[in-house]
């Protein structure tokens, strides 16, 4: 042992900031390839606050007297966050390096918690859902990262402009099922030669007649005034006989690409709702095709309402740009006929 003290006091290591440490766990964790970066960080300050003290417990000093180690002495130390810790703690756990126990009753809470290590890794059982980084992200996405089998760094943690983005892919994911769900359904029912199911005349009638109309999926839920309700089937019944509907349809259909998502009837209705002229159409279109990358047709929608909005500012732009090329034409004209008349 003085051999190994002189050795380390020439490598610059001085009394008291050493301790033997267990070949075995070195060479364990230099074979641990499924932990990240910074799991093996929170590994060796585990084993610094283990084996220096001769405990599985992780503790440290304070004056004088030796205290738990918490989750935020090691954010503190390793210069991780607490959210890197708890992922990188969840790891280690799954790995069978350590393991969190509450104290007392009430669960893992925040200055809750013991933390075991030990130098050889234990055997533990296939790792709960629990254990399984989050990334501080909803179910619905989660179970879109398993339903595709992606997998993220665990020690990623997702800022909220990612979190906002995947968050509304996995919301247009479950209302592309819910209607490509709800089609298939309603499939069976109006299917030539369809047999007699157990459901109303009336209910299989309208359906038919939406399979006509090139609307399939059902219609949106009724409001809950009768006034509302009634007003929004005139707007749409009024825009089923707009005669720039079919015009608009096929334009947009032609020039505004939506992979993987169909324009559906009542989509097109709200459209169609707000353009009753050539002009306005013209603005529709030149707003619509401004849009980039667009996640479904409901954009357009809103691009439709904000062209209604600004439509008396667009129109006045429009005349004051008619009126200056009309005038810069009078001036070409006059040059044009001083220029002959010379």
């Not at 919301?171 to 769900?181: D, F, P, Q, S």
């Amino acid at each position: 042992m003085a051999k190994l003290s002189d050795w380390l006091r020439k490598q610059g290591v001085w009394a008291g900031e050493w301790y033997g440490e267990a070949k075995a766990f070195v060479l364990a964790a230099a074979r641990a390839v499924d932990l990240s970066a910074n799991a093996l960080r929170v590994l060796f300050y585990l084993r610094l606050h283990t084996v220096a003290y001769q405990s599985e417990l992780a503790v440290t000093m304070l004056n004088g007297k030796l205290r738990r180690v918490t989750p935020s002495d090691m954010a503190k130390d390793t210069s991780l966050t607490r959210q890197h810790v708890r992922s990188a703690l969840a790891e280690l756990e799954a790995a069978g390096y350590a393991i969190r126990k509450p104290i007392g009753e009430g669960g893992l809470r925040k200055g809750n918690v013991e933390i075991y290590c030990w130098t050889l890794p234990h055997l533990v059982d296939k790792p709960s859902s629990s254990q399984r980084p989050t990334f501080d992200l909803s179910t619905d996405v989660l179970k879109l990262l398993r339903r595709f089998k992606m997998q993220l760094p665990t020690d990623f943690v997702a800022p909220r402009e990612y979190k906002e983005f995947v968050e509304a892919v996995a919301e247009r994911y479950k209302e592309a099922v819910l209607v490509a769900a709800r089609e298939a359904k309603e499939a069976f029912f109006v299917a030539p030669g369809a047999p007699a199911y157990k459901v109303e005349r009336k209910t299989l009638k309208e359906t038919a007649e939406r399979v006509v109309r090139g609307d399939v999926f059902p219609e949106p839920p009724p409001s809950s005034s009768s006034e509302e309700q009634t007003s929004e089937r005139a707007k749409a019944a009024d825009s089923r006989e707009n005669p720039l509907r079919s015009k608009l349809q096929e334009w947009m259909q032609d020039n505004l690409p939506v992979p993987g998502f169909k324009l559906e009837a009542a989509t097109l209705d709200k459209i169609v709702a707000t353009i009753t002229t050539e002009e306005d159409l013209a603005q529709f279109q030149e707003a619509a095709v401004k849009q980039r990358n667009p996640r479904g047709w409901r954009v357009y929608v809103t691009i439709a309402e904000g062209c209604a909005e600004q439509r008396p500012h667009y129109q006045k732009s429009k005349a004051a740009a008619a009126a200056a090329s009309g005038s810069t034409k009078a001036v070409e004209f006059a040059r044009k006929r001083r220029e002959a008349g010379a």
